[in-house]
């Protein structure tokens, strides 16, 4: 696993001290993240819009409707950026200037690709749905022919990626260490609630990966 | 408060039904998140990163180092987006085409513009500390000079702002509806764990604005 940025542009310039490199830290934040937030640039105007993304190997994967703005322009090759960010933490210093946050931040840069090849597209949705709850495609009814001509999928390789981490305590000025200031990390996690069927459910017992799925979250 | 779009580059086109365009909603979501993610563009590339923000009546701020490509570049006036993205949920319908997320999102587009009155950056620094914990700003040391030097302030203007949200449980098609599959929501929160004092703060008594912030986080 190379520790050097894979490219100048995703290098990370501030703070160096951050900067991950290495794959495997890379995909485990790309992993645990729900939500990433695409960039895309239309009628020179940046945009960034949250959306849900899944990784298989070397690529993520985004998908949207055909007439998606986001989906569109991407699939002309514009370039993108992708951005996936795990908040940790708040970091409370004794002066308001060393204030921050723990957080774990993953950037990808390129182009994505429209995926053609059915099969393709089929695994990048069973990985949607499984990057949601694991074990869920199994229980699922697939998509039908129909949902799948109006889904687009866009893959976008992991070539130019890094990551920005913090973590741990504030680090506050030495002239400032004597200040009767509480100072410390106020830890935030994504928890999960009770689950709530929907309305329409007949009782159907709570399956099992879903009850695992929220064993981790709590 | 207008419920339709201050701009056409601002209306939801894809699920109009989630478009949010009253300020009050959008406050409060901007005002709920800690993190923000802005887009930019440098040399046609779009990059995207994640940074703390704060909401002072009609403008987001946004603070950097003086070196950051961010700051430098959005401080030339180019076009730029801010998203808060709030995560409330994992939907789980019986199609995996239906699957979804609950959320609320805010998109600010425009142009910011370099704060430079000495009274209004030392505000938005208040703002940034109070973003994190509400009472926070009066119990820690304010900026020096120095560090004010080092620091750019950015205010972007509310003007061409819309929100998303979805909410509530899956919208299954009628004829999945009978399957036996469990359908619902599972909801996320981000969650306070308990406070880590720092390793070199001597023992002070967590403070009220403290226990106060916690206590909504949980």
């Known amino acids: 696993m190379p520790a050097t940025p894979t490219s100048r542009r995703v290098r990370v310039r501030r703070a160096p001290q951050r900067a991950v490199y290495e794959r495997e830290q890379i995909d485990a934040i790309l992993d645990e993240a729900i ?4 960039g895309f640039v239309d009628d020179g105007q940046p945009y960034v819009i949250p959306m849900l993304h899944a990784r298989v190997a070397d690529v993520v994967y985004l998908h949207g409707s055909t007439a998606s703005r986001m989906v569109r322009t991407l699939a002309t090759g514009a370039p993108c950026s992708v951005t996936a960010t795990l908040l940790d933490g708040i970091v409370l210093a004794r002066s ?4 921050s946050a723990n957080y774990r931040s993953v950037t990808v840069l390129g182009s994505a690709t429209l995926v053609r090849d059915e099969d393709e597209r089929m695994s990048a949705l069973r990985a949607f749905t499984q990057q949601l709850v694991p074990g869920r495609w199994e229980h699922v009814r697939p998509p039908s022919r129909q949902e799948m001509k109006g889904t687009q999928v866009l893959a976008l390789a992991l070539d130019e990626v ?9 680090v506050d000025d030495d002239e400032d260490l004597a200040l009767d200031v509480w100072a410390g990390e106020l830890p935030l996690a994504l928890q999960a609630g009770e689950p709530r069927p929907d309305p329409q459910q007949d009782a159907i017992t709570l399956p099992e990966h879903v009850r695992a799925w929220r064993a981790t979250r709590r």
């Open 96 to 99: 308001a200037f060393h204030h």
């Open 162 to 170: 890094s990551a920005k981490v913090r973590s741990g305590p504030p």
């Open 35 to 38: 939500v990433c937030h695409v």
